[in-house]
Each structure stands twice: as C-alpha cells, then as structure tokens.
C-alpha cells in the first residue's frame, strides 16, 4: 500500500507541474503501471501463450514434414511403378516378337508340309500314271498281237488259199509272236 500512495502523491505533484515537453510523456505513475502490465502481460505471455504457438508451430512444422515425406515416397513408387510399366511393356514387345517368330516358324513348316505332301502325291500320281500305261501297254500290245495274228492268218489263206484250221494257226502265229518278244527269234 505504501507503493501505491507514493504513486498518487508523485501523480499530484506532476499534475501541478506539467508544461510543454511534459504534456507529452506519460506521467511517472502510468508509466510504472504500464511497465509493471507490460511485465505482468509478458510473464503470462512467456509461459503459457509462447509454449502453445510453440507448439502449434513445431506441429505445423512436423505435419509439413510428414508431407514432404510422403510426397517422397509417391515419387519413389511412381518410379517404380514406371519402371514396372516398361519392363513389362518391354517384356510384351518381346513376347509379341516371339509369338510373331513362332507364326513364322509354324507357317515355314505347315508349308514344307504341304510341299512334301504334294511332292508325294505327285510321285504317287506319277506311279499310278506309269502302271496305267504299263497296263495300257501291255493291252495294246495283246492287242497288237491279236490283231498281227489275224492278219497273219488271213493273208496266209489268202496266199494258200485254202482255209487253214484256224485256232491252230491263231496259237502258232501267237507263239511266234512271243517268241519274237521275248528275242527268242
């Protein structure tokens, strides 16, 4: 209490006293009081306000962080995910080039398959065309006979011209002609 009479008897003295250059500074009074709550206002500020924007400050500072990091690791996966994508696109490129290889391949055999399989049909068609004429030889060539036997036998009546016993020169003139093809002559 002494403290705060001696304030007020300061107080009245300037008041009586005030002129010029004092009109513009506070008087004593109020400016031990606005020191004193300046202080006091700082002492509360000091311990609970400056520990929360601390605080609030170190976990702004920890939630940017984490987000940074975070950003990180989904470049770090994006990049992996690119690579990914182009080991397996290289990956299907070759698996295309493959495939394609392997159609070309198939292809190559199914037509050496097919140029082995007209050969051996046109070998067996040829085979089949030998033994056709062989056997068409071989007919006309009986034929022939038959027909060089008649002609035999005709003119030999006609140059005898008596009538010969047909069958048994038709079989002498047959032997003959056997005998000639075999080069028995």
Do not use: C
């Amino acid at each position: 209490m002494v403290l705060s009479t001696n304030v007020l008897i300061l107080a009245a003295e300037s008041a009586e006293e005030s002129e010029g250059i004092d009109l513009l500074l506070p008087a004593t009074s109020e400016l031990i009081a606005g020191i004193l709550a300046f202080l006091i206002i700082g002492y509360f500020a000091w311990k609970y306000v400056f520990p929360t924007i601390t605080k609030t400050l170190e976990a702004r500072q920890s939630a940017v962080k984490a987000e940074l990091e975070s950003a990180e690791a989904a470049k770090l996966e994006a990049e992996k995910l690119r690579s990914d994508y182009r080991e397996q696109v290289a990956g299907a490129r070759e698996e295309a080039n493959r495939i394609v290889e392997e159609a070309r391949q198939a292809g190559e055999a199914v037509r050496a398959d097919i140029l082995a399989k007209a050969e051996q049909e046109a070998v067996a068609i040829k085979e089949r065309a030998r033994a056709d004429i062989e056997g068409e030889r071989e007919r006309v060539a009986a034929s022939l006979q038959h027909e060089v036997a008649n002609l035999s036998l005709d003119v030999a009546e006609k140059v005898i011209g008596s009538t010969l016993d047909r069958e048994a020169q038709q079989a002498l003139v047959t032997r003959y002609i056997e005998d000639l093809g075999r080069g028995g002559g």
